[in-house]
């Protein structure tokens, strides 16, 4: 009886020539699991393709749900952005696919799992490790990252057996989506020189074709979890989608970002990213009124890790479980309102509020009702200046290697170029 190997399958070039290959190169019957993570795919569509093409079994189940309250969710209030611009969309799915996949072989009986992806990307990891840390003894088959075709010669192949693929070698483009953004590369997008083709964009318009008028949206927040939109309430599935399509008419949520690779190298992704791009805005925005300085300076730091250990695949690790016990406490209070301006390609905050504010109209004001004590900041400013003030005075005046005899000497040197310069 032959082996079972159960595939993450989405139907695109590389998962689509590995059912074939799989049977060829292993001799094992394949199951395929698409998981719907809002990818907006069709699901008969999919399971007739993967079924012709040779799989002896295919699944499809649909996650979005789990994905926005366990993932998406999760890495919103911890504000998780891998280097200032990326939002993790392809990077969060990756552990929750790898989770049913293991659950998957486990019912199916299959002794292997395996994945589409190439031996330079970071998906590889993310799904490896995350199998390894569920599932130890489970077998992991790389068919793209051992069958060494470029990108190319894989079309041929596909075009050679008759599978139907979503691409050609005149339009090569690597695509992954899902509620949270869109991910292109490959093709011209390889040469960082060369501006995104419009071609490549299919959930924002470029800025000519945005509407002229601006669009306000009315975001609710309670403990750091969007939970409704211009007043309605939502469930977090609806609520993304709506955003993206918004945010998306006037031309919000691009990104061009030259990216570190978990693997070591630089490599070009361009993103589209409507909803996380509005929401990660004006989730910020109400938690700097509603956290305290050292909160949101500390937070700043965690969030930088977080973001780090989400690209780098390591969900399932007890650092993410112990960054994520931080992340909740800090929500407690991030409750309230974010109004946002989409305008030709800007998110703008331009109102908050919060039962929960520290921000006080009393305390900040110029006019009447100023509550602030302005006679008791001579006695802060002197307090607050003291140990410079001492330090000044024991250890830096008339010492040639102070900075003010530093500033000094840099005043003479200008002083002699001007008379240089006279003469």
């Known amino acids: 009886m032959a082996r079972k190997v159960v595939l993450a399958y989405s139907g695109g070039l590389d998962t689509s020539v590995a059912i074939k290959w799989l049977g060829e190169k292993y001799d094992m019957e394949v199951v395929t699991l698409t998981i719907d993570v809002g990818n907006e795919a069709d699901s008969a569509s999919l399971r007739r393709k993967a079924l012709g093409t040779g799989a002896v079994k295919a699944l499809v189940e649909d996650a979005s749900e789990r994905f926005v309250s366990y993932f998406i969710f999760p890495a919103l209030q911890a504000d998780a952005v891998y280097e200032g611009q990326y939002p993790l969309a392809t990077a969060l799915s990756r552990p929750l696919i790898a989770k049913l996949l293991v659950d998957t072989a486990q019912a199916e009986g299959a002794s292997a799992v395996a994945h589409g992806c190439t031996g330079k990307g970071n998906d590889q990891v993310r799904f490896e490790v995350s199998i390894a840390a569920l599932s130890p003894g489970l077998e992991i088959i790389a068919p793209a990252r051992e069958w060494g075709m470029t990108r190319e010669q894989t079309i041929i192949y596909a075009h050679e057996h008759d599978i139907p693929v979503p691409i050609s070698v005149a339009s090569p483009y690597s695509i992954d989506q899902n509620l949270w953004g869109r991910s292109i590369e490959c093709g011209a997008l390889e040469d960082p020189w060369v501006e995104p083709p419009e071609e490549v964009f299919v959930w924002t318009r470029s800025i000519p074709d945005t509407p002229a008028e601006p669009c306000y ?81 500390f937070k700043e730091k965690v969030a930088a890790e977080y973001a780090d250990l989400v690209y780098n695949g390591l969900w399932f690790s007890r650092f993410h479980q112990d960054l994520a016990c931080y992340v909740q406490s800090s929500q407690r209070h991030v409750t309230g309102t974010v109004r946002v301006k989409l305008n030709k390609g800007n998110c703008t905050v331009v109102g908050r509020k919060s039962t929960k504010s520290l921000y006080s109209f009393g305390l900040a004001t110029y006019d009447k009702g100023d509550l602030f004590d302005q006679s008791a900041s001579p006695g802060f400013i002197h307090i607050w200046g003291l140990p410079l003030k001492t330090q000044a005075q024991v250890q830096l005046l008339g010492q040639p290697e102070g900075p003010l005899s530093i500033l000094a000497l840099e005043g003479k040197g200008k002083a002699n170029k001007r008379r240089g310069k006279r003469k």
């Open 217 to 297: 949206v009315e975001i609710g927040f309670e403990q750091g979890l969007p939970i409704s939109l211009n007043g309605d309430e939502m469930d977090g599935v609806s609520l993304i989608g709506q955003l993206n399509r918004l945010a998306g008419e006037h031309g919000v949520g691009r990104v061009d970002h030259i990216e570190n690779r978990l693997v070591g190298i630089k490599s070009r992704e361009v993103y589209e990213a409507p909803a996380a791009t509005v929401l990660l805005r004006a989730h910020q925005a109400l938690e700097a009124m509603t956290l305290s300085k050292n909160q949101l300076r």
